[in-house]
């Protein structure tokens, strides 16, 4: 079982940057994978970002690319995403699942994630 607990999001005008965190607890929190994903009012939830259990090993859909980076500290059992020049299309409730069966940083579909958090809603206005 792994609890996850994500905070940090907020309003923020277009070109600014916010930071995620996601504090997880159950499982030992360097065994596996995590991401990040977002979902927009009427839209499918979407693969924003993914870090493997060490770190070393990231990936990012394209529309971040440049922009969001993900990190963790595995001694604070937290995952962050760190999100700069921020655009009105980054809207949405952003949720940070764990993947524990896959432990580097290579999934993009949301149903291969196995517990998710409640999510923190990021706002961008214009």
């Known amino acids: 079982q792994v609890q996850l607990v994500e905070s940090g999001g907020g309003l923020v005008q277009a070109g600014g940057s916010l930071r995620l965190s996601c504090a997880a607890s159950?499982?030992?929190?360097?065994?596996?994978?995590m991401g990040w994903f977002r979902q927009a009012p009427g839209k499918e939830r979407e693969f924003v970002a993914a870090i493997s259990w060490s770190g070393g090993s990231t990936n990012y859909a394209d529309s971040v690319k440049g922009r969001f980076t993900i990190s963790r500290d595995n001694a604070k059992n937290t995952v962050y995403l760190q999100m700069n020049s921020l655009k009105q299309e980054d809207t949405g409730v952003y949720y940070c699942?764990?993947?524990?069966?896959?432990?580097?940083?290579?999934?993009?579909?949301?149903?291969?994630?196995?517990?998710w958090g409640e999510g923190t809603q990021v706002t961008v206005s214009s």
């Open positions: 699942p764990a993947d524990l069966v896959c432990t580097i940083a290579t999934r993009t579909n949301k149903k291969e994630y196995d517990y």
């Open positions: 159950g499982r030992t929190f360097s065994t596996y994978a």
